[in-house]
């Protein structure tokens, strides 16, 4: 029997790629969690049975266990000591059982990832998952390519090696490294200020090794433009005209700082009258053609000139890898290997109708070899592999491939050579200058014509001659400080400091960007926001390594090590995270350092806001704070109460609560079919009832009894016996969905309808109603709640042009003629939740016959 052989690449396209070119297109695919390609083939020189399939990136990511999830009973600093675990970074898809499927039979696996520092963890995580890692006598291969062309898919096939174990560590050292620093600084930095400032958007103030020093370069230069003092100057231009060329003369001095020492200088040129040609020289010079294109300056470019943020460059890159269309576009070097084919590639850009005339030209004159580069021991440079179109790709795709190509194509271009002519003069004792170009051989500016040498004409001047000045100009202006850092700019910065790598500096600037700590400007500058300065200058003022691009660029190097085997990956991670735990512990006890600059940036939360509802306990009106999160501010008690975090929130008819006197709110979900619900602000975050085992605004996953901030019991969820606004009250019938109630919507005239108060089960009432309200009358079939509803008299159903009618939802036929389910399972009395059965209302038993009546633990109701 023929040995089955796993394959398994990084994404579907190519599994597909690889299946196509070693099967000659001859596979059958079936649908899994990722499709599988199967075929007959030669493995090693036998027959062999393949099955090609692919993961959907990183199989695992890292996370605490659940014990330290909680914020609130978890603290930061024992994060640094957490154990950490890997689980599923997509449950949903299910990725793990489909390669443990796939591996059943298989005595050989060959991993097909990207061959980058992440492609060489995933690999590791797919031989976990397909139980290759056990001494079975299976075999596991390491397949490493640049592209996935025919020719580079076979010649990978040819040469398989093993997974390199130490880059998988290197990868799982910076995880864990990142995980327990980030998390440990972000979740102290947030509970801190998080509804301490009104205009301060807190939810998240994310501390990151790589993205605080990303960030604290757009501060550096914000503080220096903010700094910035400018000063006059004066520069002298004489003017001269001479066979019929006007020229403009630049002075020796550049400019000076003094308005009389330039006048005393003017005036010698003016009494002085001639300008003497001191010294003509002629120089060939060349503009070096560039060397091959790497990921950094691929971003460099794409910001500066096509205007894309780097993460949609990564984006558009990737998808024209696993297209066919580019080299795998994640790599740090731009040296050529001597073996690279650049005639092949040539030949398959002849036929674009772009760049193919240029392409053959190089043929047909010979092209040169591309400057000698940094081989940084990854991959080739970024190099298109086929020809295309902008019809097939789309504009901004096309874009980038378009410089791709022109940089490829320039790189086999010939230098661009000119002629520098400098003639010098004198006049009055002060010297000057002119400069002229002539482009002699355009070389590979022709292809990329951004890049071509600016030419300027200078007629033919004879030394010792003197031309008569026409005139001479005092230029007046004022230093200006730097502008902004472009992405460009930032991306360089990053690169020299050793911030990220190739694979990761395009994450780091898009979280900055996302987190509000900076803005992307015109010319895709990078401006900081008041949240974005601030933290940069708390840091500086309590530990500057925090935000100082060198404790990172450590970190780099020692990963490094371990990516070659030369340091261990336990005692890096261990040393490393001793030194951030030291600085965390000072870090916290200076925390007020970086709060008077919060201070002096926002506003306290008493001049925030605007007066909306009493509170319960002075009758002093609050504050609603509407930025996130949004809440109520007692100015008098000097207490927050967080409200949901989605909807608007307003006054519900200065009606107060029973239990603690605190007016009530009203707050209406986003969304044409959003609920409509009133809370007590006291209750929603200090539930006084035990039993409640759902809060409103909860994960759907996790421990709900914990509340975060905009979680809470709104009175849809209240069991306060006789409160008109509770569950009790405003509950009519169990939801067909789920164990919850479906309650009446108190404002939601003229288009009544219930609503759950657990799921988004939504019921239609009769529409145009004066009025619907509940009774407190049971139906003696169902034991749902009676509701009174008063017809408007021109469209009233009711005999004799009746309008008012009582009835139970359910088993009234008239009413339940006119109720209408919009989301959920067919509404019926005879469904499966008859009679109350299960749990009801806000996790109380339902109130059948014969149920006894629950006793809240922590009150008695006899005084309402």
Excluded at 49 to 78: C, E, K, L, M
Excluded at 387 to 409: P, R, T, V
Aim: charged residues 25%; aromatic residues 10%.
């Amino acid at each position: 029997m023929a040995p089955k052989v796993l394959m398994v690449a990084e994404k579907p396209s190519i599994a597909l790629s690889i299946a196509s070119v070693l099967s000659g297109a001859q596979i059958s695919t079936r649908r899994a969690s990722t499709e599988v390609h199967e075929f007959d083939g030669m493995f090693l020189g036998s027959r062999a049975h393949y099955r090609v399939t692919s993961v959907i990136g990183h199989v695992f990511s890292v996370d605490f266990p659940a014990a330290f999830q909680d914020w609130a009973n978890t603290n930061p600093s024992d994060l640094f000591q957490a154990p950490i675990l890997k689980k599923e970074s997509n449950p949903k898809a299910h990725i793990c059982r489909h390669l443990s499927q796939e591996a059943r039979g298989c005595s050989h696996l060959v991993l097909w990832l990207d061959c980058d520092r992440e492609g060489e963890n995933i690999c590791f995580e797919v031989i976990e998952c397909t139980g290759f890692h056990t001494n079975d006598g299976r075999r596991i291969y390491r397949a490493r390519f640049s592209s996935v062309t025919e020719k580079d898919i076979l010649k990978a096939m040819s040469s398989l090696v093993e997974p390199n174990r130490d880059e998988a560590l290197a990868v799982d050292a910076r995880q864990e490294i990142d995980l327990k620093v980030g998390v440990a600084f972000t979740r102290f930095q947030t509970s801190y200020f998080n509804g301490k400032y009104g205009n301060l958007d807190a939810r998240v103030i994310s501390y990151g090794p790589c993205q605080t020093p990303t960030l604290g370069f757009c501060v550096d230069r914000y503080l220096q433009i903010a700094m910035f003092k400018p000063e006059k100057f004066w520069m002298l231009h004489p003017y001269i005209m001479y066979k019929g060329y006007e020229l403009k003369l630049e002075w020796e001095r550049g400019r000076l700082f003094d308005a009389d020492v330039a006048a005393m200088f003017r005036n010698r040129l003016m009494e002085d009258g001639t300008m003497r040609v001191v010294r003509v020289s002629e120089k060939l010079e060349s503009k070096g053609r560039p060397s091959g294109l790497n990921t950094v300056n691929l971003l460099k470019v794409a910001s500066s000139a096509l205007g894309f943020g780097p993460q949609l460059t990564m984006q558009l890159a990737e998808r024209l890898y696993t297209q066919g269309f580019v080299s795998y576009p994640r790599t740090e070097s731009t040296a050529y290997p001597s073996s690279f084919d650049f005639k092949g590639t040539l030949v398959a850009l002849v036929h674009n109708p772009a760049f193919g005339g240029y392409a053959q030209k190089l043929l047909t004159e010979s092209y040169n070899k591309p400057r000698a580069g940094t081989d940084a021991g990854d991959h080739p440079p970024i190099t298109p592999m086929r020809s295309a179109s902008e019809d097939s790709l789309g504009n901004d795709a096309w874009k980038l491939y378009q410089y791709i190509c022109q940089h490829f194509l320039g790189t086999l271009s010939p230098d661009c050579k000119y002629r520098r002519i400098n003639v010098e003069f004198e006049s009055g004792g002060e010297q000057f200058q002119c400069i002229g170009q002539l482009v002699t051989v355009k070389g590979f500016t022709s292809i990329m014509p951004w890049l071509a040498v600016s030419e300027k004409n200078l007629p033919d001047f004879a030394e010792g001659e003197k031309i008569e000045i026409s005139k001479v100009d005092l230029d007046e202006g004022n230093t200006s400080p730097p502008d902004y850092l472009n992405e460009s700019e930032l991306i360089s910065l990053m690169e020299k400091h050793g911030i990220g790598t190739d694979a990761s500096i395009s994450v780091h600037i898009n979280n900055i960007c996302e987190r509000n700590y900076v803005q992307v400007q015109a010319g895709r500058r990078l401006v900081p926001t008041p949240l974005g300065i601030s933290l940069i200058r708390g840091y500086q003022c309590i530990d500057s390594d925090l935000c100082l691009p060198d404790i990172r660029s450590f970190i780099e190097h020692q990963i490094t090590l371990v990516a070659k085997g030369q340091a261990d990956h336990s005692m890096v991670v261990q040393h490393v995270l001793d030194q951030f735990r030291r600085k965390f512990s000072y870090f916290v006890k200076q925390i007020e350092n970086m709060d008077a600059l919060f201070e002096a940036q926002f506003s306290p939360l008493s001049d925030s806001g605007r007066l909306l509802s009493k509170c319960g306990k002075c009758l002093r009106y609050m504050k609603y704070i509407s930025t996130q999160p949004p809440r109520l501010y007692c100015g008098t008690c000097e207490e927050v109460y967080y409200v949901p975090q989605k909807g608007t929130v307003k006054l519900y008819k200065e009606l107060t609560c029973p239990l603690d006197n605190f007016e009530l709110l009203l707050c209406i979900m986003p969304g044409p079919e959003g609920k409509s619900f009133p809370l007590c602000p006291y209750c929603y975050n200090c539930p006084p009832f035990e039993g409640i085992d759902t809060f409103f605004g909860a994960p759907k996953t996790g421990d709900s009894s914990k509340l975060g901030k905009g979680v809470g019991m709104p009175c849809f969820l209240c069991p306060h016996p006789t409160c008109p606004h509770s569950v009790i009250a405003q509950g009519v019938c169990a939801c067909p969905e789920c164990s919850g109630t479906l309650v009446l919507d108190p404002v939601s005239a003229p288009k009544w309808r219930l609503y759950c108060n657990m799921c988004n089960c939504l019921v239609s009432l009769p529409e145009g109603a004066h009025r619907i309200s509940t009774t407190q009358d049971k139906c003696p079939e169902c034991d749902s709640t009676i509701i009174e509803v008063d017809f408007n008299k021109k469209t009233t159903p009711l005999k004799d042009g009746a309008t008012l009618h009582k009835g139970c939802i359910l088993c009234d036929e008239l009413l339940h003629s006119l109720v209408e389910m919009k989301h959920g399972r067919s509404f019926s009395r005879h469904g499966r939740r008859g009679r109350g059965r299960g749990k009801g209302r806000g996790g109380y038993r339902g109130r059948g016959r014969g149920n006894n009546k629950q006793q809240d633990p922590k009150m008695s109701f006899r005084d309402f």
